[in-house]
């Protein structure tokens, strides 16, 4: 069977204070601009937006994308750069990942494993990403013990049943080796669920699982709204 998967794009922008400086009919001009480059870009890719403004110091909007290829996900960023707006924008964050089958979620989990190569949002209000690193001892655990603290991790999600999970990898692809997605319409079941997991025997093999954003989704022209527009 072809081994096919998505290459997964989180795009985290902050807008400068100066374009709301602006005159009102330039900002509409370059909002119009850049909703129409997302728009379009949306008929190739899979492409969800979120609002994180208040939420995060430094980013005030996330475009996340999905598609087929580096190419597809880089021609969508060139357009924004070319926009008017994009004078006023710069990307804090930016994360690269890619689907796979899981290697260890397939005992427990009752999903079919060829649905993990493909991402199928779950239309959730909310949206919390953070990029995740284990420590070089946990990669030199035998699997089997490995396998142990994940089923622990898997029946602790099971609690959570509010909180859907995309799991995707950044091996050798950006700086993490993982970028989480957790999908939800229950804040407080997402802040429970990361209490439970900090109490896990897996968590001393967690190097690192930091910046941590909150995001609402809402569609594009709500969020130029937001920030301004």
Known sequence: MEDTRQFVGFSFYR????????????????????????????????????????????????????????EELQAMSAAVRQTAMAGYLSMPYAYLSMTKR????????????????????????????????????????????????MDEHIVLGHKYPSVRIHTTYSFGLDDPEFVLAFETDSPQDFLDLVMAMRESKARPFTLRDTPIFTCVAKPFAEILKDIGG
């Open 15 to 70: 807008l400068d204070p100066a374009w709301r400086r602006l005159p009102k009919g330039t900002k509409n001009k370059h909002t119009g601009e850049l909703a129409g480059v997302v728009h379009r870009h949306a008929k190739k890719l899979m492409v969800l937006t979120y609002s994180l403004v208040g939420l995060k110091a430094d980013v005030d909007f996330l475009i996340w994308r999905v598609g087929s290829s580096l």
């Open 102 to 149: 899981s290697t260890y979620v397939d005992k427990l989990d009752p999903d079919h494993p060829e649905q993990r190569r493909f991402i199928t949002p779950f239309n959730r209000k909310y949206l919390f990403v953070y990029p995740f690193v284990k420590t070089t001892d946990w990669y030199m655990l035998p699997f089997d013990q490995r396998q142990a603290m």
